[in-house]
C-alpha cells in the first residue's frame, strides 16, 4: 500500500522505525486537529458548538500526549529533551539549552 509517509523504502525500514514513523504522524495529526479547533472555538459563537469543539479538542490533547509519551519511551536522548524542557517554570528557551546538554549525556538514541 503506497504511502507518503517513509522518506526511505518502506520494506527496508525495522519494524520498530515503522511503528515509530506511524506515532510520529499520528502526533503530528493531533498537533493539526488540536489548532484547527482552536481556530474554530475563537470564532464559535454558540454555546453547545463551543462546548462540542472544546470537548473534541481535549481528546486530541490526550492524544497527543499519548503520542508523545510513546514515542519518547523509544527515544532516550528525546526524553531527555523534553524532560528538560517541559512544565519547568522560567525561560524556555533556557530550558531548551539544558535539555540539549541532557540530550548529548543520554544513551543512545
Given at each position: ?43 464559535e ?7 462540542i ?14 503520542a ?42
Amino acid at each position: 500500500m503506497p504511502t507518503d509517509q517513509y522518506h526511505e523504502p518502506a520494506g527496508e525500514l525495522s519494524q520498530e522505525t515503522r511503528t515509530f514513523a506511524r506515532v510520529a504522524a499520528s502526533l503530528q495529526e493531533e498537533a493539526e486537529a488540536i489548532g484547527w479547533y482552536e481556530q474554530r472555538l475563537s470564532l464559535e459563537k454558540d454555546p453547545d458548538a463551543r462546548a462540542i469543539m472544546e470537548d473534541a479538542q481535549e481528546e486530541e490533547f490526550k492524544h497527543f500526549a499519548m503520542a508523545l509519551e510513546f514515542l519518547s519511551r523509544r527515544k532516550p536522548k528525546w526524553r531527555a529533551v523534553l524532560q528538560a524542557v517541559l512544565f519547568k517554570p522560567g525561560d524556555i528557551v533556557e530550558h531548551g539549552e539544558m535539555g540539549e546538554s541532557d540530550e548529548k549525556k543520554a544513551p543512545g538514541s
